[in-house]
């Protein structure tokens, strides 16, 4: 008999328990026998807490275990499936890592509980006490998504066969960027998905892929390009909860991104048809933290045939302080023991799991219920055995095998993608730097790898220890665009232009779409006084995508510079078709038009560019839209200035200064405009504005004085001076510019000055 | 019951036939009375495979019960498909059938006489018998798995690495009578009433 006082929950009713001490006085010889668990008070509750997920119409579990019939009959397979912890599915040793997200390990009571029932009979007990279950329902979990993903068709399965590692590259129907805070993946076909990853390709690489293999989807486990998102592990298992990101790590969705689904799907014994469904919920906050996953992978792995315990071992050494969110351990059928552990600098260990009995067809991601805090300088450990034996149940081969490292599921692999977040968004190149020259180390030496390197070198700003790691990227794949632009751009900021421009013209030879580049190097074209190169190369660009805004200004400019303001003309109004209700197209243009003697039409562009509004991602941009507004404002009224429209002059100041406040030559202008209306307490306030500007905007004393009468300016700008904490600057400029008066031969304005002085 | 009367074999098939209770029936999906193991003349062997609807593993074994049965039945081997079980329901049955593909005679063995005739206690489970004798009684000549690929609850490769009863089914379509050999089966245990 099992341990019974452990495992019982609630106190026998006193009568049961005499009843049982007649049985056993009758027999005489047996202890006497406490009532053994019955359904109604003991299993039931185990069973519609822990099963009915997934077993129950409709559910995952190949049957329903909602009532007492369906349970009794099954009691003996429940109890052995219990016992040696094959349901409900859950792998890892509940003691060896933080509390985990949906975890369902069985308490060890519980399964003595139900080892015991079955052992007795399975006994009903009185049912008419028992509560029907709540069974959960099989719709969207987090509520009803804002963008629902469906297959285009249904991916047949075929009846029998060895799993299948299928990818479906998805179309995501998006206008406009979008940041993901939560996703869930509904199965639909429900028996035989036993594992999803969900990835986003923003290349078109895994359409190709799609395209080269015949029928729905391809079929890979190699994801290639398409990847999780920065910082983020988005899979699915049977039960699984639903992705929610860390608060304040949404993640950004492009249009054009494809979706990617991996699904591992077994075999059921009939054809099945699979169309899982994907929802996408957004947020409008932009991220406001960083997230890295870190991949531990073991490159070399070659297991004798019949070793039963081949270990592999893996370290990466976190150079900054971060968290543990989650993580994915992975390996193929032989993988055995499992084990992820960090090691702190104080020597500690903290578990991050251990999986004792892997089973590759019960894969899955983990989450913890709260981040585990890591300081910089932890080691992040991987230690895992492989069983190749003919011991191995799952063993592919019978007798045993050689066995070594790669993609297909009969080779083997061993690695665990570790998510974490950082406190810091600055470290997160720290990262890509260790973890590029982790994987290096290991042997990856890819030109990605390479690549990834000279990025975050790149992006610490640490220009000359990047050039090594593009060389040898470029040397590995010598038309990696991405390479070659920015091994151009570390060129560039060292002021070797000339070594900047060939990898420039590399860089658009391999990739002509790459706008960023025509920038670059039209830049330095223009900078050395290249003018016509210069236009070349952007015109070049436009002819392939005549809908790039930044090519088209750039372009403009660049003609502008070289006087051709009528060229510039013509560029910018080629621009009308796709950008007619663009501010930044008709600012340029109200510009250029009016330089070209367009006055009308000019003014009509700029007056047309305030009722404009600058969108990105679909919505209003206001800071930028103010900031171009203003500058409209501003234009106009100095078109006013010129027609000597002064009322019209304040009112476009007003405007500007009421959608840019700091606008500097804005508040120049209005102080000079309201000393020349005689109304100095008007002009003070925009010279406080000026004097609260940061320093490197702050107009100098002589600009201030050119643009106002004398000497009435010297007074306001000294109460200017005075009313913003600056009393001795004030004075001290008072007192100089009444030496300076008398000096030139004026006392009486001298005298007004010192008079000034004394008020202050 | 008929016996030809040859000396010697007529005896001993009259003292089987005594002492050997008639093989167990039980319904067809039309609910008529069939008995799996009481064969014409001529069939060599009867392979019963123990299944049910909502059992994972035995659905997985479907396509390959149909191909056995299909493989061996030029060698006059019959395969019936046996679902033992006290609630076993025509409709459900007709549609497991129909969505596994299945269509192999069948037996509802409500009262698990066949089954434990065979000594089955999981699905899926193979019994095989074969008819030798002169009343052609059936002779157990293997019981358990129809291949090695499950080895425990969660515990499968990915594909079978030893095929008993198809070897088995070989041996027997080339006139051999096997000593009986026993296997243990992963599955899903009938549901006996407790």
Redo the contacts between chains.
């Keep these: 008999m099992r341990v019974q006082l452990q495992v019982r929950r609630r106190a026998r009713p006193r009568l049961k328990k005499i009843g049982g001490l007649i049985v056993g006085g009758l027999v005489g010889t047996l202890a006497p026998a406490e009532p053994g668990p019955d359904f109604a008070t003991d299993i039931a509750p185990i069973i519609y807490q822990n099963c009915i997920d997934c077993h129950r119409p409709g559910g995952i579990g190949p049957f329903s275990l909602t009532d007492y019939p369906a349970v009794s009959r099954r009691a003996r397979q429940i109890a052995e499936v219990v016992e040696d912890g094959y349901m409900p599915p859950w792998k890892p040793n509940p003691h060896r890592s933080p509390v985990l997200i949906g975890d369902r390990s069985l308490p060890p009571a519980a399964i003595d509980l139900i080892v015991e029932w079955a052992a007795a009979g399975a006994p009903a007990g009185d049912l008419s006490s028992l509560a029907p279950p709540i069974v959960p329902t099989q719709d969207w979990a987090l509520g009803h998504p804002d963008l629902i993903i469906d297959f285009p068709a249904a991916y047949e399965l075929a009846a029998e066969g060895h799993d299948v590692f299928q990818n479906f590259v998805l179309r995501i129907p998006l206008a406009e960027r979008r940041f993901v805070r939560a996703l869930e993946f509904l199965p639909e076909a429900s028996l035989v998905i036993h594992h999803a990853v969900i990835a986003f390709d923003a290349t078109p690489q895994s359409r190709q892929r799609d395209e080269a293999d015949p029928g729905l989807g391809f079929t890979s486990m190699d994801r290639g390009r398409a990847s999780t998102p920065n910082g983020h592990i988005i899979g699915w298992t049977p039960g699984q909860v639903p992705y929610e990101v860390y608060p304040g790590t949404a993640f950004e969705l492009t249009p054009g991104t494809d979706l990617v689904v991996q699904l591992h799907l077994l075999p059921s014994g009939k054809p099945e048809r699979v169309s899982p469904r994907v929802g996408l919920y957004f947020s409008d906050e932009p991220p406001t933290r960083s997230g890295f996953v870190a991949l531990l992978r073991e490159h070399v792995i070659d297991i004798p045939a019949g070793e039963s315990a081949y270990p592999i071992r893996e370290e990466f050494i976190l150079p900054t302080a971060a968290a543990v969110l989650g993580l994915y351990p992975h390996a193929h059928y032989l993988g055995r023991d499992l084990q992820i552990y960090a090691e702190p600098p104080d020597g500690t260990r903290r578990w991050l799991m251990h999986i004792p009995d892997w089973d590759f067809n019960w894969q899955s991601d983990y989450r913890f219920a709260t981040p585990l805090e890591l300081p910089a300088g932890t080691k992040l450990v991987m230690a895992y055995t492989f069983d190749n034996s003919a011991a191995n149940p799952r063993n592919p081969r019978n007798p045993p095998e050689r066995v070594r490292g790669g993609w297909s599921s009969f080779d083997e692999m061993g690695e665990v993608a570790i998510q974490l977040l950082l406190s810091d968004r600055s470290d997160l190149p720290l990262l890509e730097e260790a973890q590029a020259r982790y994987l290096i180390d290991s042997g990856e030496k890819s030109a990605d790898t390479f690549y990834n390197l000279g990025l975050a070198l790149d992006r610490q700003h640490r220009f000359p220890e990047a050039i090594s790691p593009y060389e040898n990227a470029l040397r590995l794949d010598p038309t990696n665009a991405a390479a070659l632009n920015n091994l151009g751009g570390i060129y560039e900021r060292l002021n070797a232009a000339d070594r900047a421009i060939p990898l420039y013209e590399r860089a658009l030879a391999a990739d002509p779409a790459l706008t960023v580049t025509r920038l670059n190097l039209a830049h330095l074209f223009q900078r050395d006084g290249r003018t016509v190169e210069a236009a070349n190369v952007l015109r070049q660009g436009l002819a392939l995508r005549p809908e790039d805004l930044p090519l088209r200004l750039a372009l403009a400019e660049s003609q502008i510079a070289g006087r051709n303001a009528a060229g510039a003309l013509v560029t910018l109004e080629q621009g009308l078709p796709w950008h007619h209700q663009d501010p930044r197209l008709r600012f340029h243009l109200g510009q250029i038009r009016l330089v070209n003697q367009q006055l009308e039409a000019g003014l009509a562009d700029l007056q047309a560019v305030t009722n404009l509004s600058l969108l990105t991602d679909g919505s209003v941009d206001v800071a930028a839209t103010n900031l171009i507004r203003g500058n409209a404002y501003f234009a106009l009224a100095l078109l006013a200035q010129q027609r000597r429209d002064l009322p019209e002059v304040e009112r476009r100041l007003a405007d500007c200064l009421a959608v840019r406040p700091h606008h500097r030559d804005a508040l120049l202008m209005s102080a000079g405009v309201a000393m020349i209306q005689d109304t100095p307490t008007v002009a003070i306030p925009h010279l406080v504005g000026l004097l609260q500007l940061p320093p490197d905007q702050r107009p100098t004393e002589d600009e201030v004085l050119g643009i106002m009468p004398f000497p009435d300016g010297v007074h306001v700008w000294a109460q200017a001076l005075a009313a913003t904490g600056q009393g001795d600057t004030a004075r001290e400029f008072l007192a100089r510019h009444a030496a300076e008066a008398r000096q030139r031969g004026r006392p009486e304005w001298g005298e007004l000055m010192e008079s000034w002085l004394r008020e202050l | 019951m008929h016996l030809n009367l040859f000396p010697l074999g007529g005896l001993i098939g009259l003292i089987s036939a005594v002492a050997t209770p008639a093989p167990p029936a039980g319904v067809d999906l039309a609910g008529q009375p069939v008995a799996p193991l009481q064969v014409s003349t001529g069939t060599r062997a009867v392979v019963l495979f123990f299944t049910a609807p ?3 593993i ?7 019960m149909s191909r056995l049965a299909a493989e061996f039945a030029d060698s006059a081997i019959t395969t019936w498909l046996i679902y033992a079980d006290d ?1 076993g329901d025509p409709p459900v049955i007709q549609q497991h059938q129909t ?3 299945l269509k192999l005679p069948t037996a509802l063995d409500h009262d698990f006489a066949i089954a434990d005739y065979a000594g089955a206690t999981v699905t899926p489970e193979a019994a095989v018998f074969v008819f030798s004798g002169e009343d052609r009684s059936p002779q157990l000549v293997y019981r358990g798995r129809i291949d ?1 690929q499950y ?9 079978a ?2 095929h008993e009863l198809h070897d088995l089914l070989t041996r027997i379509a080339t006139g051999e009578v096997p000593e009986l050999i026993t296997t243990k089966a992963i599955g ?2 009938l ?1 006996r009433p ?1």
């Design positions: 909502d059992c994972p035995a659905n997985r074994y479907a396509p390959t609630l969505d596994f593909r090695d080895q425990g609850f969660g515990q499968f490769r990915p594909a690495t030893q899903c245990y549901p407790q």
